[in-house]
């Protein structure tokens, strides 16, 4: 069940989220009640002490059961935190057995997540009361997963992988961030985190192994390139980051090694997979590839989609 937001924290939409939230309000308050007793206490001590006409200072002396009393009792307020805060870290670091796998894929600015039976989305999409694992790596840079209603946040690095888990507690919609900024386009990672029902969730992951229910392959296409392309590539050949999809179907268009390629399905299909095969001169050879996160269909789709493009 969905708990409301309060003045500092977003709706609590997952397992960790009462045992995170109470944590983060015992160390709030002691954090506020020693500040109003040391400030309190320093000023009330200015106040007493203060110079006065008439009135030598004498050195206060020495208290030993004073100065244990402000070492030991910090320690022990220390190993309290560390033993809620180790114990909680403990929870979220080791997934459940039966644990849904889904695998993120991030990159310059985006997010692919892909599913057991080969399903991709650009948003993630889960169901509600079951465990979920992330397995996540990043193309190029790092980036950090962050969805604030799950006290979840994880760096996704380059060259490794790693994980995080959470299970949602209620149905609805949550936001996902990249918390790690990652270039020009970082705010383009908001995505959307759907918690749907386990009948809903299964329907999902049918309907997205090809395109959806009355949708053309050219329809199909675009919407993968809205997801995947957009940010790199424009229709209206206005220039980017890389080449422009305006009337490119078919062209002769030079490398920066001087070999001139035409534009055709094994050329598309090869950039896609091995982007820095044939890089287009005049642009930069910093395309992410896609394979794994791409499969054939989408791919078809997308080639289908550039032959339109004019």
Not at 234 to 254: N, Y
């Amino acid at each position: 069940m969905t708990q409301e937001p309060t003045f500092q924290l977003p709706p609590a939409m997952s397992t960790f989220a009462a045992r995170y939230d109470e944590t983060y309000y015992f160390i709030y308050w002691l954090s506020v009640l020693l500040f109003v007793g040391i400030i309190g206490a320093a000023a009330y001590f200015v106040w007493k002490y203060r110079r006065r006409p008439g009135v030598d200072a004498e050195p206060t002396g020495h208290n030993a059961i004073l100065e244990a009393s402000w070492t030991i009792a910090p320690i022990i307020i220390l190993a309290v935190m560390f033993h809620v805060g180790f114990r909680g870290y403990l929870d979220m670091a080791i997934a459940p057995g039966n644990a849904l796998e889904v695998r993120v894929r991030a990159w310059q600015w985006g997010w692919d997540f892909e599913y057991p039976n080969g399903a991709h989305s650009n948003d993630l999409k889960v169901p509600v009361n079951k465990p979920v694992k992330l397995i996540m790596s990043s193309n190029d840079v790092i980036h950090s997963l962050f969805v604030p209603a799950f006290r979840i946040k994880k760096d996704v690095v380059p060259g490794m992988y790693t994980t995080v888990w959470f299970e949602a507690t209620s149905t609805g919609e949550t936001d996902l961030f990249c918390a790690e900024y990652c270039g020009k386009d970082h705010s383009a990672m908001m995505r959307k985190v759907f918690i749907v029902t386990d009948d809903e969730f299964q329907k999902f992951l049918e309907e997205s192994s090809g395109p959806p229910s009355g949708m053309s392959t050219e329809d199909w296409g675009k919407k993968i390139y809205g997801e995947k392309c957009k940010s790199c590539h424009s229709l209206d050949g206005s220039k980017v980051i890389g080449p422009t999809f305006k009337h490119v179907w078919g062209e002769m268009v030079t490398m920066t090694n001087g070999e001139i390629v035409k534009v055709d399905e094994n050329y598309v299909r090869e950039s896609i997979l091995d982007p820095l095969a044939k890089v287009v001169a005049g642009y930069p050879p910093v395309m992410p590839t896609f394979k794994g996160t791409l499969g054939d269909k989408e791919i078809d789709a997308l080639i289908k989609f550039i032959q339109t493009v004019k």
